[in-house]
């Protein structure tokens, strides 16, 4: 097989191709989440301190400038970008457990011969 076919053989496999979309797709989520917290969520958090600007909060030590600000939005990007994926993948281990479990209950076992007879002799008891 040539080095060409086995790397269309792998690159068309499901799992790669799921794999190329999943970051596609995650990348431009995080561009997303990044644009949320840094024009939504962070100024409004710096009004209720005071009127505090994060993305200026920087301290200056000799002639580097060490920018703690944009560390703390994207600790809160993180926090985001986490609590999202978690809640996904509970959605989809949800319904892959819904999707496992047997749609029709099993039947009873059929009662052992004793059992027959037992009962039988319980019935004979009755009519007597």
Known sequence: MSMLQEFKSFAMKGN??????GIVIGVAFGKIVSS???????????????????SGLAVTIGEASVKYGKFIQS????????????LVV????????????????????APSRQEVLLEQIRDLLKKA
Do not use: Q, S, Y
């Not at 790669?16 to 979309?21: G, Q, R, T």
């Not at 917290?37 to 710096?46: C, E, K, L, W």
């Not at 600790?75 to 978690?86: K, L, M, R, S, T």
């Open 16 to 21: 790669v191709v799921d794999l190329a979309v």
């Open 36 to 54: 949320f917290v840094g024009d939504v969520i962070m100024p409004v958090i710096g009004l209720l301190m005071g009127g505090v600007d994060f």
């Open 75 to 86: 600790c809160v990007d993180f926090v985001i970008i986490a609590a999202v994926i978690f």
């Open 90 to 109: 509970k959605g989809i281990n949800h319904m892959k457990r819904a999707e496992e479990k047997p749609a029709t209950p099993a039947a009873p076992p």
